[in-house]
């Protein structure tokens, strides 16, 4: 009986990890999120924002077919506007030879399928730390190949009815120079602006005079394994604890929502699901 019950058992955890690694990380959701936005002109009510972060090409079982579905969930969405956070490749500071093979290899099968990506306002893009790994300039030249807009420390504005919403891009919190007004200086302060930061903590840069309404995150793929009362196993960031490794996150300078990601750097999810996100803007009440 004994032996039964620790063959069940075993059994048991083998399954459990062989879906932690070869099912869970391929089983995208779609994450559809309301965040209301001060002084947000009617023009832009319900403006809709695809955002795909953490590709990290090449570690996901299937990873080019894993990347289809995810441009197929972010475009069913039918939004105004996609933004990519970050980290497209699999990379180590210390191993920059590896890095440099990972990327170039994951370059060429990824950009295909991101010139696929289409929203009346565009794709626009953001560096993260494992871009700057392999070469933050090359990666950045790649992306506008796609026919992405990269902003570090940049903004652009968009335009309905005659009023402006400002869309900027910091460049990494970790490994570049974040601009503490976010490349939005010179808009007038009526402009509302949503910030794309691949780290969450790229909001403890900014200044604490510039307007920011919306942070857009990624960057720590939502802990990839989360456990019960522990919470998440790794963040990465200062922002973000055990219980906010993803979601809203709490902080003392502006709302921050941070994605759990499309990919992974290792194929492993627990209670942890990579998703397309997807923000919809909406003023907010008082």
């Not at 990465?236 to 990919?263: D, E, F, I, M, Q």
Request: proline residues 7%; glycine residues 8%.
């Amino acid at each position: 009986m004994e032996v039964a019950v620790l063959a069940l058992l075993a059994a048991a955890a083998i399954t459990a990890i062989a879906y932690a690694v070869v099912v869970a990380p391929r089983r995208l959701r779609l994450t559809t999120i309301d965040a209301p936005i001060p002084g947000l002109p009617a023009a832009f009510d319900g403006y809709t924002i695809a955002v795909l972060s953490d590709i990290h090409h090449g570690a996901v079982w299937g990873s080019r077919t894993h990347l289809k579905r995810a441009i197929t969930l972010a475009h069913a969405a039918a939004p105004d506007l996609i933004a990519l956070l970050g980290d497209y490749g699999l990379s180590h500071h210390r191993l920059p030879r590896a890095s440099r093979r990972a990327y170039e290899r994951a370059m060429p099968v990824m950009g295909p399928l991101l010139r696929s990506l289409h929203a009346p306002d565009g794709v626009v893009a953001v560096i993260g730390n494992h871009d700057y790994d392999y070469d933050a300039s090359a990666v950045a030249a790649w992306l506008r190949e796609t026919g992405s807009r990269v902003l570090v420390n940049e903004a652009v504005c968009i335009e309905r009815a005659g009023a402006r919403l400002a869309i900027s891009g910091v460049d990494d919190a970790a490994s570049g120079k974040i601009d503490p007004h976010a490349g939005c200086a010179h808009l007038e302060p009526h402009v509302p602006r949503i910030v794309l930061s691949h780290n969450p903590d790229g909001v403890l840069s900014l200044a604490t005079d510039a307007r920011v309404d919306l942070v857009l995150s990624g960057h720590t793929h939502g802990g990839q394994v989360v456990l019960p009362f522990v919470g998440a196993l790794s963040r990465r960031c200062k922002l973000c604890g055990r219980h906010t490794a993803r979601g809203w996150v709490p902080n003392p300078r502006a709302p921050l929502y941070v994605t759990s990601g499309v990919g992974a750097i290792i194929p492993l999810r627990v209670h942890c699901p990579p998703e397309v996100l997807v923000v919809r803007l909406r003023p907010r009440a008082g």
